[in-house]
């Protein structure tokens, strides 16, 4: 059994080689994040960003609407809160 490994370690697949023929056995993949998993299931989805607070705190909200559910996140930045807009999304 060979194993073919990335530039961090991560393996990548396993291959099982035998009488001259090369059979993939295993695929392996990190998991997602939750906002690749969306961008993947549904892509070109449409977000609205809102930044609230004051200057020295602020808040930004993550709005999406994804097949007539609307999903909403939270964060101290955008980056945050469409993260948080994505793991919501993913729940439901």
Do not use: Y
């Amino acid at each position: 059994m060979t194993r073919c490994v990335n530039s961090c370690g991560t393996k990548i697949s396993e291959i099982r080689l035998g009488l001259g023929s090369v059979n993939k056995v295993k695929t392996e993949t990190k998991s997602l994040n939750p906002v690749s998993q969306l961008n993947i299931k549904f892509p070109g989805l449409q977000w609205d960003f809102q930044l609230m607070g004051p200057p020295h705190a602020p808040q930004c909200t993550a709005t999406t609407v994804l097949q007539g559910n609307t999903f909403h996140g939270t964060g101290a930045n955008k980056k945050e809160a469409k993260f948080l807009a994505c793991v919501s999304a993913l729940e439901a």
